[in-house]
Structure formats: C-alpha cells, structure tokens
C-alpha cells in the first residue's frame, strides 16, 4: 500500500514479508541447528520463488521459482506437510528439477516446510545440510515452529490490509473533501472499529517498522477525523498507551475488558484513563472519548 493521495502511509507488503522470512529463516538455522535455510512466498498460481538466503556460499538459489509438486519444496507445498531427504541429489521420493541449482550450493541433507495461512499455502522455508545426515524430529520441529511464526506474522499483514482497505477510502474522502461533507456515520463506525482493531494488531506485530506503520495508519485515521464537521483538530499529548485505553474504551470494553486487552493491570488502565481525562479536560469516560475524537485523537 505505498502511495495513499499523501495520507502517509507506507505499508509495504514486500518489504515487511521479507523482514519476516528472514526472521523466520534466523530463527530455522538456529533453533534448528541447520546452516543454511532459505525460502520465499508465493508469486502466482502455485509458484514460489526463494528470495531470501541464509548461511549460503552462493547466490544460486535466489530467484529461484519452485512449482507445486516438483522437487523437495514443491512436494511439500503440494501435500501441505513437512518433507526431508538424506541426500538431495540420490532420493528416490523426489524429482530433481534443481539439483543443478542444489548441487551448485553443495547441499546435501535437506528439509522444507510449507507456510499455509488460511488452508492456503502461501510459501515454504528450506534448512539444510552439506553432508548426508538423517534430520531428526528436534530440528523438523524448529523448522515447523519457524513456519507457524511466520504464518502469524503473515496473518497479522493480512488482517492489517483488509482494515486499511475500509477505514483508509473513507478518511481519505473526509480528508480531501470539502469542511461541509458531513459523511456517512455508518462508514465512519467502520473506520472507527478498524482504527481499534489495528492498534490491537500493532501490539501483536513482531517486526517494529509494520509496527510503526500500523501506528502511523492508526494516527492518519484519527487526525482524518479532525476534518470533520465538529471537530476541533487540537489534540491533547495524549502517550500511546493512553491512546490505546481510549480506543478500548470507545469500543464498549470495561476497564477490566481494556486490561485484557492491552495486557496491563486493571490499575494501570485506571490510571492511564484518569490521565488522559485529565488532558482532555473530561469528567467521565464518554466525555473523554468524545474530546479525544474531537481533538482528532481518535477517528
């Protein structure tokens, strides 16, 4: 999602998908005891191609495209389960489209395990060997671990751009368009329900510049909303984690339901919420959210 019409928000999924197969393939190498790992996601109807190396002597594997069903990575894509192989070049289980490529690399000993999102395989990561060992449970395990965190991580992107795509066409339209455009307050419930659901997401989000990105998006909403007719477009220096609170508070949640949410003490929630009322120059919880979307603090 680069260019927004200037709403300054970046959220480049390829970027942050290569952030988080490298992360995927640190976490392989090292918990899996393997020294080279490599992989990629999908880029058409059943191809994948490797993009990303690790702990490797050559560049020989790097663009390389995998279809379903063909050689190690294919196989497993196709059955959507982990598959190894003691000596790549000689395994009778496999067909052997990349042994060039693989042969070229020195690798032996070889394991792939697919990343499904959704039922839907969406890439597969590789560790290997440069000797013909037997690769036990432990390290298929870490493997399979390194799969599921990037699957999560893949998911939260997923999630990330589905409620961009329905708060950001109708802010943008608030923030284009003329002082009088009232809206359409049903739309603006969506944006504001989007808002909350992404700032939940930003805490769950491993990598720190999507983190920053949703954050970013999160205060584009708001500050969209301080266009609106009504509104005073002064906001208060609210911190982040009061800014969180409000945004549970907004949703409906109770301070203990907020405390749930943001992993925090229910005391903790008080105190934040007793802060940013106090800024905001509010009695009750109610006046509080609405000072705050006022402010453009909150869409």
Known sequence: MGGN????????????????????????????????????????AGRYRINELAGTETAVLRGLDIVQGNGLGGKAVALSRPLAVTDYSTSSVISHEYDAA??????????????IVR??????????????????????????????????????????????????????????GPPSTAGDPA??????????????????????????????ACGRLAAASSRRPGSEGDAPALSPREVDVLTCVASGATNAGVAERLGLRPETVKSYLRSAMRKLGAHTRLQAVIAARRAGALP
């Open 5 to 44: 019409g200037g709403f300054g928000v970046r959220l480049d999924p390829g970027a942050n998908e290569a952030v988080d197969v490298r992360a995927a393939l640190s976490r392989l190498r090292r918990a899996g005891g393997l020294p080279v790992a490599f992989g990629g996601l999908l880029t058409g």
């Open 102 to 115: 693989v042969a070229a690399e020195g690798l032996r000993s070889v394991l792939a395990v697919p990343v």
């Open 119 to 176: 039922r839907r395989v969406r890439g597969v990561l590789y560790g290997a060997l440069r000797r013909p060992v037997r690769l036990g449970d432990r390290t298929v395990s870490a493997a399979m671990e390194a799969a599921r965190e990037l699957e999560q991580a893949l998911l939260l992107q997923d999630e990330a751009a589905q409620l961009l795509s329905v708060a950001l066409p109708q802010a943008l339209h608030e923030q284009g």
């Open 187 to 216: 739309r603006w419930e969506e944006v504001r329900e989007a808002h909350g659901e992404l700032r939940g997401l930003a805490q769950r989000v491993g990598d720190p510049l999507l983190r920053q990105e949703l954050l970013a």
